[in-house]
């Protein structure tokens, strides 16, 4: 394979651009399902576009004490993590013969670095209550990995693989008890992952005014809230690639369709928590993770030994 | 027009910079911000942090000491940023005018782009105000 298809790829199709755009049509999905809950109509369908594209023309502040480099690039690790966790997902759905073994721990590992990218630059920013976002986001990373690193072990003990396509090959997860009480909590640790309701107390915008996020501005704002349109689209992705055998592409239109609806689904599920649960403190929130979480997926784990 | 023009004016986030009046400015403002008027539709959000405003709502009476942080906080938000003010207090003083802690109208501090008279006004008078202003900014008459 040329190295200009290769990068073609990881650009545009199915890497950076795709996954933009695909994850800014997702939060317009998030901000419509939620204003229809709350019985409003709600944003126009070009409007997460507006926001990132007018963040791209407002000027960038770079707070006095700051560390520039660090407070400037942090942004684009977490944007090309994201990127390169939804092209993996996306070649073992499309060729699917061309993955590796182990390309399932690596989009693990690139799915964990937007959170530290949060971490580093609010860390970078020097103000207080961004230092106090980043610190939350820390203890929240450090809770929820565990259970899902745990969760995602119980499709990989039933196929005997570490290959997203011998997942996507393999009969679902969910099919089996143990694979129902992983989706569970693969879900749960999703809604942290995205530091959404009732896990978002790293940004809390009515006591940190924005966490993390709070000396950002222009730009490198823009940066991170399309990185969070593109986590939102590629976590429900990845959630359905592991356990429901995620998009089929080979087999004609109506796999597809069902693809995507589960697709869908899953990321109305992820709204609809967000939009009904209240925050939680941190503490609570580290405590319910490595509490009744943590529990439930190693109940999982040991009953897919079983074979269950 | 502008892209950049059409982009602002496409997606505002409002800040609210309250300056210690009667409150009852504050309220008619979350009053707006509440789903029965559903300002999304129009790109409309309330944002908690300065860096991420493009519309400064400043409300109340500001004296020699808050008006200091007044002007602080203008010259954090990230330009381009418009400010509106909201209520007769911000716009004039209103009945505060003889007070020992008023000092001058908030325009004397920082620029103002719109003025938004009432005591309080209402919501539906806001939203006026802010399509007065998109026009305005996209230099319809
Ligand atoms: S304009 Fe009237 S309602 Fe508004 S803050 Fe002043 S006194 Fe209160």
Redesign the pocket.
Same mark, same amino acid.
């Given at each position: 394979m040329d190295l200009g298809y290769l990068i073609l790829q990881v650009l545009v199709f199915p890497g950076l651009l795709f996954t933009a755009v695909a994850g800014l049509i997702t939060s317009w999905v998030d901000r419509k399902v939620t204003a229809r809950v709350q019985m409003r109509v709600g944003p126009p369908f070009l409007q997460p576009f507006y926001d990132v594209l007018k963040l791209m023309i407002k000027e960038t502040c770079i707070p006095a004490g700051t560390a520039r480099g660090l407070f400037l690039s942090a942004p684009l690790f977490g944007m090309a993590a994201a990127a390169l966790a939804s092209l993996l997902i996306w070649r073992a759905f499309l060729v699917p013969g061309q993955t590796f073994s182990g390309d399932i721990i690596v989009i693990l590992y690139l799915l964990t670095i937007p959170a530290v990218s949060v971490i580093l630059g609010s860390f970078a920013s020097q103000n207080p209550l961004a230092s106090l976002g980043g610190s939350r986001e820390m203890k929240l990373l450090l809770a929820y990995e565990l259970p899902f690193v745990l969760a995602i072990l119980v499709p990989v003990i039933h196929t005997h693989s570490i290959r997203l396509f011998d997942l996507l090959a393999a009969a679902p997860a969910v099919y089996k008890p143990s694979g129902i009480i992983a989706f569970a909590v693969a879900i749960i640790c999703m809604q942290a992952k995205l530091t959404l309701v009732p896990f978002d107390a790293p940004e809390a915008e009515t006591e940190l005014t924005g966490g993390a996020y709070v000396e950002y501005s222009g730009p490198p704002l823009g940066v991170f809230k399309l990185t969070r349109a593109m986590m939102l689209f590629t976590m429900p992705i990845f959630l359905v690639a592991i356990f429901c055998n995620g998009i089929a592409f080979d087999k004609g239109a109506l796999p597809i369709l069902l693809g995507v609806l589960k697709y869908l689904g899953l990321v109305v599920v992820v709204v609809l928590i967000r939009n009904t649960a209240p925050r939680l403190r941190i503490d609570q929130a580290v405590k319910f993770f490595w509490g009744p979480v943590t529990l439930a997926a190693l109940v999982a784990v040991i009953a897919a030994f079983l074979g269950w | 027009m502008s892209f950049a023009v059409n982009m602002l004016t496409r997606s505002l986030n409002v800040f609210h910079l309250g300056g210690s $009046? *009667?409150?009852?400015?504050?309220i008619?403002i979350i009053d707006t911000l509440t789903p029965r008027y559903d300002l999304e539709r129009f790109g409309i959000t309330l944002v908690g942090s300065v860096r991420h405003a493009d519309v400064l709502l400043v409300?109340?009476?500001f004296n020699k000491k808050s008006a200091i942080r007044l002007k602080r906080v203008y010259q954090e938000a990230a330009k381009p940023v418009v400010v509106i003010a909201?209520?007769?207090? $911000? *716009?004039t003083g209103?009945?505060?005018q003889k007070s020992y802690n008023w000092d001058v109208p908030v325009d004397k501090y920082i620029p103002v782009d719109a003025y938004l008279?009432?005591?309080?006004?209402k919501p539906e008078a806001m939203i006026m105000a802010v399509v007065k202003l998109v026009k305005k900014l996209r230099g319809a008459k």
């Open positions: - | $009046a *009667c409150n009852n400015c504050d008619e409300t109340g009476v909201i209520g007769a207090c $911000a *716009c209103n009945m505060f008279p009432g005591c309080p006004p």
